[in-house]
């Protein structure tokens, strides 16, 4: 059983930044895949970016370019390092860690970009 605990949300403004981490319990967690996603207000849940445990990234075309997946397998963490922020990223943020069949997810956290 592995908890995700996201952090790093707020209000910022368009073109700023935020970066969002997902402390995840539990061992093995370098064995497990990664990911980001989020779900805006009436929308379904999309997914944002992804890391594989054998570091191979993967991003949604509407962040490629704008938003980095990291992870420190020795803190059990993974970030996501979101840059040129635009309104349209407002959405509650959702980290995802999956073993085999095995899949997690955390609370969410919530990502405001307005003026």
């Known amino acids: 059983q592995v908890q995700l605990v996201e952090s790093g949300g707020g209000l910022v403004q368009p073109g700023g930044s935020l970066r969002l981490s997902c402390v995840a319990s539990g061992d093995m967690f370098s064995r497990y895949g990664t990911g980001w996603y989020r779900q805006a207000p009436g929308k379904p849940r999309e997914f944002v970016a992804g890391l594989t445990s054998s570091s191979i990234t993967n991003y949604s075309e509407r962040v490629k370019g704008r938003f980095t997946i990291s992870r420190d397998n020795a803190a059990n963490t993974v970030y996501l390092q979101m840059n040129t922020l635009k309104p349209e990223d407002t959405a509650v943020y959702y980290c995802?860690?999956?073993?085999?069949?095995?899949?997690?997810w955390g609370q969410g956290t919530q990502v405001i970009v307005s003026s």
């Open positions: 995802m860690a999956s073993l085999g069949n095995n899949g997690y």
